[in-house]
């Protein structure tokens, strides 16, 4: 949907608010309060139903609440005292006062950022991988990593409002890794090497010389291994969360029965939202997440690997080690780390941003492995990211 008001357009299906000629970047939650307040235009939305569809029901401040509103009307190019387009109502709620016109728009008639194509492409040892196009302007490469499935990450309420944020001003291409998701799953190397073969065959499949390449979590040693092979293909490098040295090559790594044990809760609770792995991937990888973020991640795991595969997949990522290749990156590199993160430690990206020459390093305040849409630093994230890659 399309909503027309004041000077604005709020399109729901890429996600993007248009003050003018221009493209307003707002963070997620302010997003959902003016789509929230403008499907409800005039009448009063109360405070419980902002807490229940913005925040997901969680208890926030008062001070994170006001913060969103005037983060709305700023927006908007309303204000506090004029409320124009956003009115108060004393302890009661909101009212969107600005008249509504509504747009819905056909499938066919949907801007390419709202849409996405899926292809194959087939890698040097014959298998089949998935890739994805979506967006229009600049091409920019997203790294596979563990856990992504191409249909159901164009859904998904972690990886949807990323993927439309780039799709806005960019030609997106990203890929399920083998044996995961869409591409080829009966597959028996899981060899760095063969990793980045795949990355080579989708670029190659999709025509691409050179782009900025973004990776996350296991998708960085990738993305390293790539860069530093075929540095005439990579423009720009962007690397969160990830790491050089794989957990059971470092010297602090787990203990092989702490290694094993996490091995048989992924193949005994894989998908299962009750069991002892569950907890334990969400207290890793997303402690911050909402019921809605985690319940997604959840669907996503049957349908991006059998039980298995996904053990299989953890042990590989355990064993990456491109620490002697940092120095044959030539690409303007961007590091991006939480700062509580655990599943890979903070002192693995100073380590990558530190081996490879002129990277930038950036730290947010976040314990969150996933840049989740719900947290405060989601928009410090994505924003560095399309400015770095927009040089």
């Known amino acids: 949907m399309r909503?027309?008001?004041?000077?604005?357009?709020?399109?729901?299906?890429?996600?993007?608010?248009?003050?003018?000629?221009?493209?307003?970047?707002?963070?997620p939650q302010v997003f959902d309060l003016l789509q929230l307040l403008v499907e409800h235009a005039g009448t009063l939305v109360p405070k419980d139903q902002m807490m229940d569809v913005v925040w997901n029901g969680r208890i926030v401040s008062e001070a994170t609440v006001s913060a969103r509103i005037n983060a709305a009307r700023t927006a908007v190019g309303d204000n506090g005292k004029?409320?124009?387009?956003?009115?108060?109502?004393?302890?009661?709620?909101?009212?969107?006062?600005?008249?509504?016109?509504?747009?819905?728009q056909d499938a066919a008639d949907k801007p390419p950022s709202a849409r996405q194509k899926i292809q194959f492409a087939t890698s040097a040892d014959g298998t089949q991988i998935a890739y994805a196009k979506s967006g229009q302007g600049p091409v920019v490469m997203r790294t596979g990593h563990f856990l992504t499935h191409l249909e159901m990450d164009w859904l998904n309420p972690i990886w949807r409002p990323y993927l439309d944020r780039l799709s806005v001003d960019h030609t997106v291409y990203r890929y399920d890794q083998r044996g995961s998701?869409?591409?080829?799953?009966?597959?028996?190397?899981?060899?760095?090497?063969?990793?980045?073969?795949?990355?080579?065959?989708?670029?190659?499949?999709?025509?691409?010389?050179?782009?900025?390449?973004?990776?996350?979590?296991?998708?960085?040693?990738?993305?390293?291994n790539f860069a530093a092979t075929y540095p005439e293909r990579v423009t720009r490098l962007v690397l969160y969360g990830g790491y050089a040295t794989g957990r059971a090559l470092r010297k602090d790594n787990p203990s092989e029965n702490e290694a094993a044990?996490?091995?048989?809760?992924?193949?005994?609770?894989?998908?299962?939202?009750?069991?002892a792995f569950m907890k334990a991937f969400t207290s890793l990888f997303c402690p911050g997440g909402s019921k809605e973020e985690l319940d997604s991640l959840i669907q996503i795991q049957l349908a991006s690997a059998t039980p298995e595969m996904a053990a299989r997949i953890r042990i590989a990522i355990d064993h990456m080690d491109v620490f002697d290749k940092l120095g044959?990156?030539?690409?303007?590199?961007?590091?991006?780390?939480?700062?509580?993160?655990?599943?890979?430690?903070?002192?693995?990206?100073?380590?990558?941003?530190?081996?490879?020459?002129?990277?930038?390093?950036?730290?947010?305040?976040?314990y969150n492995h996933m840049y989740l849409p719900s947290d405060p630093v989601w928009e410090e994230i994505v924003t560095a990211q399309l400015e770095f890659i927009d040089q």
């Open 3 to 27: 909503y027309r008001f004041a000077e604005c357009i709020l399109d729901t299906d890429r996600r993007v608010l248009h003050r003018g000629d221009d493209a307003v970047r707002v963070e």
């Open 82 to 104: 004029d409320q124009a387009i956003i009115r108060t109502v004393s302890r009661r709620g909101l009212e969107f006062v600005a008249t509504v016109q509504c747009d819905e």
């Open 181 to 224: 998701g869409l591409s080829q799953t009966n597959v028996d190397d899981l060899s760095l090497d063969t990793y980045t073969a795949d990355l080579l065959a989708v670029a190659d499949a999709a025509g691409l010389e050179s782009f900025p390449l973004i990776a996350s979590s296991q998708g960085v040693p990738i993305a390293i």
């Open 261 to 275: 044990g996490f091995l048989a809760m992924i193949r005994a609770g894989w998908g299962n939202p009750e069991s």
């Open 328 to 366: 044959d990156v030539k690409a303007p590199t961007l590091v991006i780390h939480a700062s509580h993160d655990s599943v890979h430690p903070v002192s693995q990206s100073r380590l990558v941003a530190a081996g490879i020459a002129g990277a930038e390093y950036h730290q947010v305040d976040s």
